[in-house]
């Protein structure tokens, strides 16, 4: 293998008059030497001496001498390269650049005004990098060698050879990735089914550097041996494991569900009072649907029915206005007129009946509002109104249902909602006549709602004062 190394380039232009212009490599992390001559006899001591790096057409000013004197002092710890002030008065404004790097790439200008003229020389640096040696590992499950090598410029070229020479580099893909520091990292992979014992070898080639770096394996056919079947015993093992751990996370997740849904069923059975839940909403709001989504989730045994006249249209839409949940619980409706108004126009009807009302059941209110539906100034104002009214007959304003939760702004609605003074705000997506597929997350949401409205049932009348009409 050839190694080519560069520690110091030396180049070395005398400036005459005019200007040169001359390609020079550098070796990343090595030392680069530009020399920049002019006669010192035609120097004046107020003559200036300076260089340019550029970049894609962004030049900087790195060095500024005037009468032997740096202008750029200042600056002296983030510029690169370094000129020797003693040496200008003999005519060497020389640039030395110590531990290039890819960023120091670019055209130099070096540039002096003589008594003749200006002088100036133009430079081209390249800057190569040696790429890392290579890293060679095999993976015995599928016959595949990797090679690697890191920071390399240019791209690195990847061959492969086996016994007696022979070249594999056709059977391999080799892919270049271009890392931060603007270097190039390589990676190659060589698929091959060894039949016989030989050597196999990567070699990593920067072309211009003339570099060669190579790293070889000695691989032996059937070289799986205990140990490789001992790992691959261990991996199905462990797969097996997860596989059955996995399955019985979701039996048990499965049962305890179950187990969870028979107890809160079992606890809705229990209710020993007469508790009629007062469902409160105008139209299209879902009413009907969330009382046969209740009903539905409770009755685990029947099929889907439409309990509650859902779809019907007026005047039938509120018809049952009562349905049995249990032998104690009811839903009840109150249906409130479509128009702005909804709650003002029947507001004294609706108080007479909760106040005749108030001893016979226990009475938790429920304000029903569908997502679709956006709220305006007059029904904020129509909703804060029925909110108060309740609380005066309850003592505690209603629990909210938003239904249609996947459509409309269901986040602004609980906030404004909460906001006015609701305990509890829940969000469904009511089984339907069309959609009624039973699904054990949907019918707990519906059955956890129906314990809530029994809890506050109690609360409330622990709660209640007596009311003035």
């Known amino acids: 293998m050839k190694l080519f190394s560069i520690g110091l380039i030396l180049l070395v232009i005398q400036c005459t008059g005019g200007s040169l212009v001359k390609k020079i490599t550098g070796v990343r992390g090595s030392d680069v030497w530009i020399e920049c001559m002019f006669d010192a006899a035609k120097m004046s001591q107020d003559k200036p001496v300076w260089w340019l790096h550029c970049e894609n057409s962004d030049c900087t000013k790195i060095q500024h001498f005037i009468g032997g004197v740096d202008q750029l002092q200042d600056r002296a710890a983030s510029r690169r390269g370094r000129v020797y002030p003693d040496k200008l008065r003999e005519g060497n404004a020389s640039l030395f650049i110590e531990n290039v790097q890819m960023s120091d790439e670019g055209h130099y200008e070096c540039s002096a005004i003589l008594t003749d003229g200006p002088c100036t020389t133009i430079y081209v640096l390249t800057v190569l990098a040696s790429s890392e040696p290579p890293q060679l590992t095999e993976a015995l499950d599928t016959r595949s060698f990797t090679c690697s090598s890191r920071n390399g410029f240019p791209p690195a070229l990847v061959t492969w050879t086996g016994g007696s020479g022979m070249n594999y580099t056709p059977d391999s893909v080799t892919q270049h990735t271009l890392n931060p520091e603007g270097l190039y990292d390589v990676v190659s992979k060589l698929t091959r089914n060894v039949t016989e014992e030989e050597t196999i070898c990567c070699t990593v080639w920067n072309q211009p550097l003339q570099e060669h770096k190579t790293n070889c394996m000695r691989v032996t056919p059937g070289q799986e041996t205990d140990d490789q079947h001992i790992i691959m015993m261990a991996t199905l093992i462990s797969v097996a494991l997860f596989i059955l751990a996995c399955v019985g996370f979701m039996i048990y997740r499965y049962f305890k569900g179950r187990q969870n849904l028979a107890t809160k069923r079992e606890r809705i059975s229990n209710c020993s009072d007469d508790t009629a839940i007062i469902l409160i909403g105008k139209p299209k709001h879902g009413v009907p649907s969330l009382i046969n989504s209740c009903v539905f989730a409770y009755k685990v045994k029947e099929h889907f029915a439409n309990w509650a006249g859902a779809e019907k249209d007026l005047p039938h839409y509120a018809q049952p206005e009562e349905v049995f949940l249990s032998e104690r619980i009811t839903f009840t ?98 089984y339907t006549i069309q959609k009624h597929k039973r699904n054990a997350k949907r019918d707990e949401e519906f059955l956890d709602f129906v314990n809530a409205c029994i809890d506050e049932a109690v609360d409330t009348e622990l709660e209640m004062v007596p009311l003035t009409r």
């Open 333 to 430: 409706r109150a249906l409130l007129q479509p128009e702005d108004r909804f709650w003002t126009s029947e507001r004294e009807a609706y108080l007479d009946k909760w106040r005749r009302e108030e001893q016979s059941h226990r009475r938790p209110f429920v304000f029903v509002h569908s997502c679709i539906d956006k709220l305006t100034a007059i029904t904020k104002d129509e909703i804060q109104k029925l909110f108060e009214d309740v609380k005066s007959v309850s003592g505690s304003y209603p629990f909210t249902v938003l239904t249609m939760k996947n459509f409309g702004t269901a986040d602004e609605l609980k906030r404004f909602f909460k906001d006015l003074g609701s305990k509890r705000v829940f969000t469904f997506h009511n």
